[in-house]
T-cell receptor, first 115, second 114 residues
Framework: EAEVAQSPRYKITEKSQAVAFWCDPI?????LYWYRQILGQGPELLVQ????????DSQLPKDRFSAERLKGVDSTLKIQPAELGDSAMYLC?????????????FGPGTRLTVL | KQEVTQIPAALSVPEGENLVLNCSFT??????LQWFRQDPGKGLTSLLL?????REQTSGRLNASLDKSSGRSTLYIAASQPGDSATYLC?????????????FGKGITLSVRP
């Protein structure tokens, strides 16, 4: 069964360091999403890609976060510099396209701890 | 702005009990509603998806209902088992024409005691 892949699964870093997360969506899925989930909260969308283009990054803290999906397949989310408040689960999801009828499938997530 | 509420935040029940998890949303103009399960430190697993035109969906011991006009959904778990212990989140999706941004509740953490 096709799955969304993410790596690493866990990351511990010190504040002010740079971190990067990788996501490989289900093959053929044009839309890719990055969510952040703080402990005890629901996931919140950080950025949405349609192929290689960003269609929604309104909640992405652009002073320190960046995301790219250069070839419209896999994607990287970067934080530089990391802050204590960035400790969270970072979830990647994908769907066939961006329409509301398309179900999103989630990866296992990357748990980030900033010390 | 759509808001999704799940109360209570945590629930503990003895094994074998039938239980209902509640989800409410402020804007009834939704396209569909989805229930997810999340085990500690893990990603989200989709359980049930209900389209706005549907009243309920069933999968095994799970049954989800939707009352769009009142902004409510329930997830019914029959004959609960310790393996059902997890956090259950509901999420709503806006209608076509907007982006497919899901709005999540904070989840209900369920503990089923043996």
């Amino acid at each position: 069964e096709a799955e969304v892949a993410q790596s690493p699964r866990y990351k511990i870093t010190e504040k002010s360091q740079a971190v990067a997360f990788w996501c490989d969506p289900i093959s053929g899925h044009a839309t890719l999403y990055w969510y952040r989930q703080i402990l005890g909260q629901g996931p919140e969308l950080l950025v949405q890609f349609q192929d290689e283009s960003v269609v929604d990054d309104s909640q992405l803290p652009k002073d320190r976060f960046s995301a790219e999906r250069l070839k419209g397949v896999d994607s990287t989310l970067k934080i530089q510099p990391a802050e204590l408040g960035d400790s969270a689960m970072y979830l990647c999801a994908s769907s066939l396209s961006s329409g509301s009828s398309n179900e999103q499938f989630f990866g296992p997530g990357t748990r980030l701890t900033v010390l | 702005k759509q808001e999704v509420t799940q109360i209570p935040a945590a629930l503990s029940v003895p094994e074998g009990e039938n239980l209902v998890l509640n989800c409410s949303f402020t804007d009834s103009a939704i396209y569909n509603l989805q229930w997810f399960r999340q085990d500690p430190g893990k990603g989200l697993t989709s359980l049930l998806l209900i389209q706005s035109s549907q009243r309920e969906q069933t999968s095994g011991r799970l049954n989800a209902s939707l009352d769009k006009s009142s902004g409510r959904s329930t997830l019914y778990i029959a004959a609960s088992q310790p393996g059902d212990s997890a956090t259950y989140l509901c999420a709503v999706r806006p209608p076509p024409g907007a982006n497919s941004k899901l709005t999540f509740g904070k989840g209900i953490t369920l503990s089923v005691r043996p």
